[in-house]
């Protein structure tokens, strides 16, 4: 490291908080290693109180790029010059992109969950999708996968504080893009099989799954599946989420748990902030994910 970072060296951030847990400072530091590219990437504990003058740092220290989770995705919006067209409809972003001092930003979770899938041989274009979860994460995928010209995008969720959510996504799905948007009550049981009876694609982009709701499913009757129904968990610890296992053990084969989507919306920010390809390879292995 003390030979790599020198007066020349470039940075790209992570404005967060809490975030010594994350990965990406692995899998940016790995990569601009592996690339031979002269950058550093730092985690900065960042929240809420601390964002505006973090925004002006990004400008006065020309960081070519930031990072941006929780709980500064939204709340970052104001504070930028431009924002992309998916960011501007999902209402969050997690990459901003330094311009010569304008910033941009961008929301990379969308497209690296249909990157994912595109890597598995799945393209959403023309598909029907069944769609669990409207925070963060089922947001950014309605927006992404209606934007990537999905058919149609049946959203379910249960009965709480994020059904509203739910409903706006589907108004702008409708609104600005060509795909048919829906919303219903996840407790409405019949229709979330009827519906995963009449999908190519399932995707739970709820919490379901994981800790410390690990024994969780959404689905449980294993007549709704047919063995070419593609199904996606956005949870990648547990690597095999109670869903998967259950849609496993009943004939589907392409099953899939998040960690394609979480390492493409890195592989995604860093071509937009450094224009290169993150060799994601090579990240897995650092990450002792291969
Ligand atoms: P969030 O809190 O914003 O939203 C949670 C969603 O899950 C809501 O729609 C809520 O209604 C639903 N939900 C939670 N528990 C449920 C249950 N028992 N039954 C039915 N619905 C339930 O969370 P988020 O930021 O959208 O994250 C959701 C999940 O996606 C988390 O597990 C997170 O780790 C994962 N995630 C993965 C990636 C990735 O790159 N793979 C990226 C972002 C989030």
Not at 208 to 235: C, I, K, N, T, Y
Not at 244 to 272: D, H, I, P, S
Not at 275 to 286: R, T
Request: aromatic share 6%; glycine share 8%.
């Amino acid at each position: 490291m003390a030979e790599r970072i020198t007066g020349h060296t470039l940075l790209v951030s992570l404005i967060a908080t809490p975030i010594r847990h994350s990965m990406s400072p692995t899998m940016w530091n790995e990569s601009f290693a592996k690339n031979g590219m002269d950058y550093a990437y730092l985690a900065f504990e960042v929240g809420n109180d601390q964002l505006e003058d973090a925004v002006k740092g990004i400008r006065a220290l020309d960081i070519k790029g930031s990072n941006v989770s929780m709980p500064n995705k939204q709340k970052i919006i104001p504070l930028l010059d431009e924002i992309s067209p998916a960011a501007k409809l999902a209402g969050a972003v997690n990459t901003v992109v330094n311009q010569d001092g304008h910033l941009v930003g961008h929301v990379t979770d969308g497209t690296g969950c249909m990157r994912a899938l595109r890597e598995e041989g799945f393209d959403i274009k023309g598909k029907v999708v069944t769609l669990t979860g409207a925070g963060g994460a089922g947001t950014a995928i309605a927006i992404q996968a209606s934007l990537d010209g999905a058919k149609e995008i049946r959203i379910f969720n249960r009965d709480d504080e994020h059904y509203a959510t739910a409903v706006e996504n589907a108004r702008k799905v409708n609104e600005n893009t060509d795909t048919a948007a829906t919303v219903t009550p996840l407790e409405d049981q019949e229709a979330f099989k009827k519906s995963i009876t009449e999908s190519d694609i399932y995707i739970d982009a709820t919490s379901a799954g994981m800790h410390p709701q690990e024994d969780v499913s959404l689905l449980d009757d294993p007549s709704v599946l047919r063995p070419d129904l593609v199904v996606f968990d956005v949870v990648y610890a547990p690597a095999e989420t109670k869903l998967l296992k259950f849609v496993r053990e009943n004939g589907v084969t392409k099953a899939y748990n998040g960690l394609g989507m979480m390492l493409y919306q890195g592989a995604e920010a860093f071509n937009l902030i450094t224009g290169e390809e993150m060799p994601i390879d090579h990240v897995k292995q650092a990450l002792g994910l291969d």
